[in-house]
């Protein structure tokens, strides 16, 4: 398209994000996504099982790390991930525009919905933990604690729509906690997570901690919901019963956790901590006391 | 662990770092195996035996300061029968008391049971070498063919290990034929992990035995400090092949109680130790219920306190 | 003479077992309509009674009298009262103990020891603790109107019967639900008297349900459309099989699963506790604990000194009947368990492991195996990956902590673990690294209602008891 100068556009090419980098998909295979009205956008790349097999293998190297960060630090990185986005408002606002269709006040409404709901998250990365661990008082000379920690690498499918905001809802809490995802970004309006995974190539992410894959949700999720060295799934986009039953079936594998799709989420509202819950494993310390 | 040779001169450094070597004591871990081993339900038969090596291993005690001749002539006589409506009742192991009425006891007792004598200043072992080892000495010469001295706890609180070493080595040298029963004063050792330090350096010092308490400080003896003084026992015996007798004292007023004590000997050390050459009871009021538990079952009824001599 | 510690049965006077017994279905005992079945002594393999299998038919009316009694009453019924039904039934439980716990004994092969001071008392508190969140489920962090979910199907396994079911019933009470509770089919009978003392309780009727009954029996129950929510304790495999039969379906799901926890002894160890909690790790209940320490893993400058004294402290185990006081040692609870504990110590035996037991009398009649202890195991053997549940041990070494921790880690299992050193910075890292849902530092196998109880990985999800456990019973309004 012409912009008003008649300048040529230099087009993006929309590669995958693994590993805090932007391969194209080793299948090769790229999908054409279109406008709200059917116009071509882009191609995006076409993620296989091997791009997701790499991913796993990258999401389980960066959660040695970022595991091991401290909860300030999480905070620390969530909230800069906020500060880049901020800087892309416009660009945000233009992709949701393309590829929902709404009007520009409502994609500006929900990109700002989206960093408000990544600060509120990182606000949290130092806090979770004492409103869902705690001591017990056990009834014996004995300290215990129960405490949680993050499950480890989470597979998780990001809605339709919102887009963007559903993506941020998805991914910030799994990440806040400790884990590394992969995200397999909506199949009809990725846009906005390809810039999304700009923003976090260019804040303090590790590489491989997030990493979001474009590509079709029924060919890629059965081999992670199937992956050993999945720990757990986030099915809030599958909103097909058969591929959610089969995605469940397929988790019992491994006795993944499997958080379910919810029913007419409203993004927008302020959520509760039940992803934090859903992506945390709690653990409890017993000590003697004694001298 | 490196072995210490008693007879060796001892270095204030290489005893600490022995005694810091040694396996800490959780409080906890110990309290419950001690509870543990408290439940063991002991019936018929094993319950006689149990009484009757009970009352054979008593230390028959009497420590006031009001203590006179007849009131330790009175003592030994029961400490010989203890059940002069049945003979059959065996006599203690000793008598125990103050070095200065030992020729009293003795000439009760004649050498039908040991005379032991406290020494080195008990209770307080406050006071100097010198003193202590008078102390010794003269309960030796006057007849008492056991020595239950005390240790310098002031010394062991404040990390003067060698100090305590060397003077359980000189008492030992004191006492001559006389065996050493070492009080180690639990109640005022506190933690375990200082129950266990305190044990060994009695052992390794010469002790023959190794005794809880004076009777004059509560806590006396309990079973986790018995516990843990057994184990430093069996961990002594497995390294030098000594078999090392424990004494507990204080605080253990009934059968129940006295079995219990039985039990823990039993599952720690083994069997071999259930004798009164290598366990002890340091009491007064237990042998009355020693006897009565004794006449319970062998007449079948509960008895009472008219059938048991006040002394 | 040896100091003998003659036996000290407990008497079984205390207890009444009747000859058959019924389905409990709202609030009566109903004759069930499968195939009767009978329950067994483990230690003496006398029938103690016979017991209804529940068909389809009685699954569907036990599900459709927890509906009703939830529809009707129980979600009515305010939280303080749903507490003073728990508080009552917790009295009664410990009114009732003695005969709980000999009853225990009989039908599942467990010391009256453990049964006597572990199980019941645990049970009657899990009952205490749950009362007492009735009333305030708005404050336990799961927002200002948190809702049960409505019938709860629970299956339960056989290793501790009433304790379990005090894990499974209590929440689910608590937070509003009702229940149907499947006991495993080889100890069904405190089960089936914790449904007498519901009545005692005045329970309204439908609010607890138990339906006996074997494999068949819980999958049925499983996959009956009228329940919201699914709560299983037992095997990894037939934890999988749930979890597919639940996919696609709106049941909540939680898993309590099999475990290989490593009990890790460093050298600095206050060693005689830590041969205590060795002991109390794998011999405790038979070795029949998820959550068993069922490998060593011991630092190699200490193993050799360490295996010395843990064999000498074997000697002391008294394995034999359960309702003798003395006994540390009871029957395995059935054949089955017993043939498989067999053959994964010939595995180890065949794959090279050093086998050793103390000397310890078996009687002629009933299931039983010595303690058992395997040296020289590697992560290799069979005996040190596959959950044996049964009293043996399998020791390995480590060198340095990170290869402590890789070890006590490299499994798909993730329950417990247990850490012995004196060290209290060295107690905090290894709990830290610990990729397991509860981890005992200088101690072992300690439960509390308060404490919560659940796995990583293969060992299940969800947890049990505390205020995290309560979430597995509860529904918030969440927008997303």
Same mark, same amino acid.
């Given at each position: 398209?012409?912009?008003?100068?008649?300048r040529?556009?230099?087009?993006k090419?929309h590669?995958?994000?693994?590993?805090?980098?932007?391969?194209?998909?080793?299948?090769?295979?790229?999908?054409?996504?279109?406008?709200?009205?059917g116009?071509?956008?882009?191609?995006?790349?076409?993620?296989?099982?091997?791009?997701?097999?790499?991913?796993?293998?990258?999401?389980?190297t960066?959660?040695?790390?970022?595991?091991?960060?401290?909860a300030?630090?999480?905070?620390?990185?969530?909230?800069?991930?906020?500060?880049?986005?901020?800087?892309?408002?416009?660009?945000?606002?233009?992709?949701?525009?393309?590829?929902?269709?709404?009007?520009?006040?409502?994609?500006?409404?929900?990109?700002q919905a989206?960093?408000?709901?990544?600060?509120?998250?990182?606000?949290?990365?130092?806090?979770?933990?004492?409103?869902?661990?705690n001591?017990?008082?056990?009834?014996?000379?004995?300290?215990?604690?129960?405490?949680?920690?993050?499950?480890?690498?989470?597979?998780?499918?990001?809605?339709?729509?919102?887009?963007?905001?559903?993506?941020?809802?998805?991914?910030?809490?799994?990440?806040?906690t400790?884990?590394?995802?992969?995200?397999?970004?909506?199949?009809?309006?990725?846009?906005?997570?390809?810039?999304?995974?700009?923003?976090?190539?260019?804040?303090?992410?590790i590489?491989?901690?997030?990493?979001?894959?474009?590509?079709?949700?029924?060919?890629?999720?059965?081999?992670?919901?199937?992956?050993?060295?999945v720990?757990?799934?986030d099915?809030?986009?599958?909103?097909?019963?058969?591929?959610?039953k089969?995605?469940?079936?397929?988790?019992?594998?491994?006795?993944?956790?499997?958080?379910?799709a919810?029913?007419?989420?409203?993004?927008?509202?302020?959520?509760?901590l039940?992803?934090?819950?859903?992506?945390?494993?709690?653990?409890?310390?017993?000590?003697?006391?004694g001298? | 662990?490196?072995?210490?040779?008693?007879?060796?001169?001892?270095?204030?450094?290489?005893?600490?770092?022995?005694?810091?070597?040694?396996?800490?004591?959780?409080?906890?871990?110990?309290?419950?195996?001690?509870?543990?081993?408290?439940?063991?339900?002991?019936?018929?038969?094993?319950?006689?035996?149990?009484?009757?090596?009970?009352?054979?291993m008593v230390?028959?005690?009497?420590?006031?300061?009001?203590?006179?001749?007849?009131?330790?002539?009175?003592?030994?006589?029961?400490?010989?029968?203890?059940?002069?409506?049945?003979?059959?009742?065996?006599?203690v192991?000793?008598?125990?008391?103050?070095?200065?009425?030992?020729?009293?006891?003795?000439?009760?007792?004649?050498?039908?049971?040991?005379?032991?004598?406290?020494?080195t200043?008990?209770?307080?072992?406050?006071?100097?070498?010198?003193?202590?080892?008078?102390?010794?000495?003269?309960?030796?010469?006057a007849?008492a063919?056991?020595?239950?001295?005390?240790?310098?706890?002031g010394?062991?609180?404040?990390?003067?290990?060698s100090?305590?070493?060397?003077?359980?080595?000189?008492?030992?040298?004191?006492?001559?034929?006389?065996?050493?029963?070492?009080?180690?004063?639990?109640?005022?050792?506190?933690?375990?992990?200082?129950?266990?330090?305190?044990?060994?350096?009695?052992?390794?010092?010469g002790?023959?035995?190794i005794?809880?308490?004076?009777?004059?400080?509560?806590?006396?003896?309990?079973?986790?400090?018995?516990?843990?003084?057994?184990?430093?026992?069996r961990?002594?015996?497995?390294?030098?092949?000594?078999?090392i007798?424990?004494?507990?004292?204080?605080?253990?007023?009934?059968?129940?109680?006295?079995?219990?004590?039985?039990?823990?000997v039993?599952?720690?050390?083994?069997?071999?130790?259930?004798?009164?050459?290598?366990?002890?009871?340091?009491?007064?009021?237990?042998?009355?219920?020693l006897v009565?538990?004794?006449?319970r079952?062998?007449?079948?009824?509960?008895?009472?306190?008219?059938?048991?001599?006040?002394? | 003479?040896?100091?003998?510690?003659?036996?000290?049965?407990?008497?079984?006077?205390?207890?009444?077992?009747?000859?058959?017994?019924?389905?409990?279905?709202?609030?009566e005992?109903?004759?069930?309509?499968?195939?009767?079945?009978?329950?067994?002594?483990?230690?003496?393999?006398?029938v103690?009674?016979?017991?209804?299998?529940?068909?389809?038919?009685?699954?569907?009316?036990?599900?459709?009298?927890?509906?009703?009694?939830?529809?009707?009453?129980?979600?009515k019924?305010?939280?303080?009262?749903?507490?003073?039904?728990?508080?009552?039934?917790?009295?009664?439980?410990?009114?009732?103990?003695?005969?709980?716990?000999?009853?225990?004994?009989?039908?599942?092969?467990?010391?009256?020891?453990?049964?006597?001071?572990?199980d019941?008392p645990?049970?009657a508190?899990?009952f205490?603790?749950h009362?007492?969140?009735?009333?305030?489920?708005?404050?336990?962090?799961?927002?200002?109107?948190?809702?049960?979910?409505?019938?709860?199907?629970?299956?339960?396994?056989?290793?501790?019967?009433?304790?379990?079911?005090?894990?499974?019933?209590?929440?689910?009470?608590a937070?509003?639900?009702?229940?149907?509770?499947?006991?495993?089919?080889?100890?069904?009978?405190?089960?089936?008297?914790?449904?007498?003392?519901?009545?005692?309780?005045?329970?309204?009727?439908?609010?607890?349900?138990?339906?006996?009954?074997?494999?068949?029996?819980?999958?049925?129950?499983?996959?009956?459309?009228?329940?919201n929510?699914?709560?299983?304790?037992?095997?990894?495999?037939?934890?999988?099989?749930?979890?597919?039969?639940?996919?696609?379906?709106?049941?909540?799901?939680?898993?309590?699963?099999?475990?290989?926890?490593?009990?890790?002894?460093?050298?600095d160890?206050?060693?005689?506790q830590?041969?205590?909690?060795?002991?109390?790790?794998?011999?405790f209940?038979?070795?029949?604990?998820?959550?068993?320490?069922?490998?060593?893993?011991?630092?190699?400058?200490?193993?050799?000194?360490?295996?010395?004294?843990?064999?000498?402290?074997?000697?002391?185990?008294?394995?034999?009947?359960?309702?003798?006081?003395?006994?540390?040692?009871?029957?395995?609870?059935?054949?089955?368990?017993?043939?498989?504990?067999?053959?994964?110590?010939?595995?180890?035996?065949d794959?090279?492991?050093?086998?050793?037991?103390?000397?310890?009398?078996?009687?002629?009649?009933?299931?039983?195996?010595?303690?058992?202890?395997?040296?020289n195991?590697?992560?290799?053997?069979?005996?040190?990956?596959?959950?044996?549940?049964?009293?043996?041990?399998?020791?390995?070494?480590?060198?340095?902590p990170? =290869?402590?921790?890789?070890k006590?880690?490299?499994?798909?299992? +993730? /329950?417990? &673990?247990?850490?012995? @050193? %004196?060290?209290? $910075?060295r107690?905090?890292?290894?709990?830290?690294?610990?990729?397991?849902?509860?981890?005992?530092?200088?101690?072992?196998?300690?439960?509390?209602?308060?404490s919560?109880?659940g796995?990583?990985? =293969?060992?299940?999800?969800?947890?049990?008891g505390?205020?995290? +456990? /309560?979430? &597995?019973?509860?529904? @918030? %309004?969440?927008? $997303?």
């Amino acid at each position: 398209m012409m912009n008003s100068n008649d300048r040529l556009e230099v087009r993006k090419t929309h590669k995958l994000f693994i590993g805090g980098a932007f391969p194209r998909s080793e299948s090769g295979r790229t999908t054409e996504v279109t406008d709200h009205e059917g116009a071509f956008l882009a191609n995006v790349a076409m993620a296989s099982r091997k791009d997701a097999r790499e991913a796993v293998i990258a999401a389980r190297t960066a959660f040695a790390s970022w595991s091991r960060a401290t909860a300030y630090n999480r905070g620390q990185v969530l909230y800069r991930i906020a500060e880049v986005m901020e800087g892309r408002t416009d660009q945000f606002v233009n992709d949701i525009q393309r590829t929902e269709g709404v009007s520009k006040k409502k994609a500006t409404g929900q990109t700002q919905a989206s960093i408000d709901r990544m600060v509120w998250y990182a606000g949290w990365a130092d806090k979770y933990s004492q409103v869902i661990g705690n001591t017990n008082p056990v009834s014996g000379p004995f300290f215990n604690f129960s405490i949680p920690e993050p499950t480890g690498v989470v597979a998780a499918v990001a809605p339709d729509k919102p887009s963007l905001l559903g993506l941020v809802s998805v991914v910030a809490p799994i990440v806040m906690t400790g884990n590394s995802v992969i995200v397999i970004a909506s199949n009809s309006n990725p846009i906005p997570a390809i810039t999304f995974s700009e923003c976090l190539a260019t804040s303090d992410v590790i590489g491989g901690n997030i990493n979001i894959l474009t590509g079709d949700p029924t060919e890629i999720m059965p081999w992670l919901a199937a992956h050993a060295d999945v720990n757990a799934l986030d099915l809030t986009g599958v909103t097909d019963p058969t591929l959610a039953k089969e995605l469940e079936v397929a988790a019992a594998g491994t006795v993944k956790r499997v958080r379910s799709a919810p029913i007419n989420p409203d993004f927008e509202a302020t959520p509760t901590l039940s992803r934090v819950r859903a992506f945390t494993e709690i653990k409890t310390v017993w000590h003697p006391l004694g001298v | 662990m490196s072995s210490l040779d008693a007879h060796a001169p001892v270095t204030h450094k290489g005893l600490h770092a022995f005694l810091a070597g040694l396996p800490g004591v959780d409080q906890v871990g110990a309290e419950a195996r001690a509870t543990a081993l408290g439940t063991r339900s002991i019936k018929k038969d094993s319950k006689l035996w149990a009484i009757n090596t009970a009352i054979s291993m008593v230390d028959l005690t009497t420590l006031e300061g009001a203590d006179t001749p007849g009131k330790v002539r009175a003592m030994c006589s029961k400490a010989l029968h203890p059940d002069p409506t049945d003979m059959t009742t065996p006599s203690v192991a000793a008598v125990c008391v103050y070095g200065d009425l030992v020729e009293t006891a003795r000439s009760v007792v004649s050498d039908r049971i040991h005379v032991a004598a406290v020494a080195t200043a008990f209770p307080s072992g406050r006071a100097s070498l010198e003193v202590k080892l008078l102390d010794t000495k003269e309960a030796v010469a006057a007849g008492a063919d056991e020595i239950d001295m005390v240790i310098d706890r002031g010394a062991f609180l404040s990390g003067n290990f060698s100090k305590v070493f060397e003077e359980i080595v000189a008492v030992k040298e004191a006492c001559g034929p006389a065996h050493l029963k070492v009080i180690l004063e639990t109640g005022e050792l506190k933690t375990l992990d200082n129950v266990r330090k305190a044990s060994w350096v009695a052992m390794k010092a010469g002790a023959d035995f190794i005794k809880t308490s004076t009777g004059k400080v509560a806590p006396a003896a309990t079973l986790p400090v018995t516990l843990v003084m057994l184990e430093a026992v069996r961990d002594y015996f497995q390294e030098t092949g000594i078999r090392i007798g424990v004494k507990a004292a204080g605080g253990i007023r009934t059968s129940k109680d006295a079995i219990k004590y039985l039990v823990l000997v039993n599952e720690t050390v083994g069997e071999d130790w259930l004798t009164p050459d290598l366990f002890r009871f340091g009491a007064s009021t237990l042998l009355n219920d020693l006897v009565l538990q004794r006449q319970r079952m062998l007449t079948g009824h509960y008895s009472g306190p008219d059938y048991v001599t006040i002394d | 003479m040896a100091f003998e510690y003659a036996s000290a049965p407990e008497s079984t006077s205390i207890v009444t077992i009747k000859g058959s017994y019924d389905l409990f279905i709202n609030g009566e005992f109903t004759p069930g309509h499968g195939t009767s079945f009978t329950t067994i002594n483990p230690a003496t393999e006398e029938v103690l009674a016979t017991v209804a299998e529940a068909n389809q038919d009685d699954v569907n009316a036990a599900v459709a009298a927890a509906r009703k009694a939830y529809n009707s009453t129980w979600s009515k019924m305010s939280g303080a009262d749903r507490g003073k039904y728990l508080f009552r039934i917790a009295r009664i439980m410990q009114e009732r103990g003695r005969e709980l716990a000999v009853l225990e004994s009989m039908d599942n092969g467990k010391p009256i020891k453990e049964s006597r001071d572990v199980d019941i008392p645990l049970a009657a508190a899990h009952f205490f603790y749950h009362a007492g969140w009735a009333d305030k489920l708005e404050f336990a962090g799961y927002g200002t109107n948190p809702k049960a979910l409505g019938v709860a199907a629970q299956i339960i396994p056989w290793n501790f019967p009433l304790l379990m079911l005090a894990w499974k019933i209590a929440p689910a009470l608590a937070a509003g639900n009702t229940v149907v509770l499947k006991p495993a089919e080889t100890t069904p009978l405190t089960a089936l008297l914790f449904a007498e003392i519901c009545q005692q309780a005045d329970l309204p009727p439908g609010v607890v349900n138990i339906i006996t009954g074997a494999g068949d029996t819980g999958r049925m129950l499983v996959e009956h459309p009228d329940v919201n929510k699914v709560a299983f304790t037992g095997s990894t495999t037939v934890g999988q099989a749930i979890q597919r039969e639940v996919a696609g379906t709106n049941k909540r799901l939680t898993l309590e699963l099999g475990g290989k926890a490593a009990n890790i002894i460093f050298d600095d160890a206050p060693i005689d506790q830590a041969i205590e909690g060795i002991v109390n790790g794998i011999y405790f209940n038979q070795g029949h604990v998820c959550c068993a320490g069922s490998r060593l893993l011991l630092q190699e400058s200490i193993a050799e000194q360490t295996i010395e004294s843990l064999k000498r402290r074997l000697q002391t185990l008294r394995l034999g009947d359960p309702l003798d006081k003395n006994t540390d040692i009871g029957a395995i609870n059935s054949r089955e368990q017993l043939n498989r504990i067999i053959d994964l110590t010939k595995a180890g035996e065949d794959e090279g492991a050093e086998r050793w037991s103390p000397n310890c009398a078996i009687p002629d009649k009933g299931f039983w195996f010595a303690p058992t202890i395997f040296t020289n195991v590697t992560q290799a053997h069979r005996i040190a990956r596959e959950e044996i549940f049964g009293p043996v041990l399998s020791v390995l070494t480590f060198r340095t902590p990170d =290869e402590a921790v890789e070890k006590a880690n490299n499994s798909p299992y +993730g /329950l417990s &673990a247990g850490i012995w @050193t %004196e060290k209290g $910075s060295r107690i905090l890292w290894m709990a830290n690294k610990m990729r397991a849902g509860v981890v005992w530092a200088n101690t072992f196998n300690r439960f509390d209602p308060a404490s919560p109880f659940g796995g990583y990985k =293969e060992s299940g999800f969800g947890r049990e008891g505390g205020v995290q +456990g /309560l979430g &597995a019973y509860l529904t @918030t %309004e969440d927008p $997303s």
